[in-house]
T-cell receptor
């Protein structure tokens, strides 16, 4: 069974540009959550999608957005990139929100560097 | 509040010793408590979890205990090995936080180093 797949693995972007990251959940999982990980800040929750709808959102500016497709794949977009957006972006998939029987499984992440 | 407090932030032990990491949470409605291990350059991986109706759970050398009254839960690693060196994250899940939909709230992580 394939795990959670995130693409690309690495990205280098310039300030002011925008970027789109992709996450394909485990087959059968319909919930995708996104996190930003930076040294010292741990895992900061961005948003969660289920059935193509954003069901929960963290405390990030509107430059951070996302969407989910009918096949449960999710994308997140960051517009007008800032140096502080440099981080590892992780997504996690689960069967559905609140179904903790099998936990949340993380992808390997996309390392974004803004220069 | 939404924060999960995790201590210590760094922990160094000698191979064979035990390691304990503790997390506290604030909302009594939290009902699921997973622990993740993240090795350098890799993804966080679920290593053990516990639900609010259970006080303790073991899996070989690792165990998690939950004290609902005090609102804290701990990860215990016995007979530590160098390959246990990693960052460990605790989290809690609350499916009923008033108008806020449930989700995982993570601690800031503990860097565990096991010296041979």
């Amino acid at each position: 069974k394939a795990g959670v797949t995130q693409t690309p693995r690495y990205l280098i972007k310039t300030r002011g540009q925008q970027v789109t990251l992709s996450c394909s959940p485990i087959s059968g999982h319909r919930s995708v959550s996104w996190y930003q990980q930076t040294p010292g800040q741990g895992l900061q929750f961005l948003f969660e999608y289920f059935s193509e709808t954003q069901r929960n959102k963290g405390n990030f500016p509107g430059r951070f957005s996302g969407r989910q497709f009918s096949n449960s794949r999710s994308e997140m977009n960051v517009s007008t990139l800032e140096l502080g957006d440099s981080a590892l972006y992780l997504c996690a998939s689960s069967l559905a929100p609140g179904t903790t029987n099998y936990g949340y499984t993380f992808g390997s992440g996309t390392r974004l560097t803004v220069v | 509040g939404e924060n999960v407090e995790q201590h210590p932030s760094t922990l160094s032990v000698q191979e064979g010793d035990s390691a304990v990491i503790k997390c506290t949470y604030s909302d009594s409605a939290s009902n699921y408590f997973p622990w993740y291990k993240q090795e350098l350059g890799k993804r966080p991986q679920l290593i053990i979890d516990i639900r609010s109706n259970v006080g303790e759970k073991k899996d070989q050398r690792i165990a998690v205990t939950l004290n609902k009254t005090a609102k804290h839960f701990s990860l215990h690693i016995t007979e530590t090995q160098p390959e246990d060196s990693a960052v460990y994250f605790c989290a809690d899940y609350n499916s009923d936080r008033g108008s806020t939909l449930g989700r995982l709230y993570f601690g800031r992580g503990t860097q565990l180093t096991v010296w041979p």
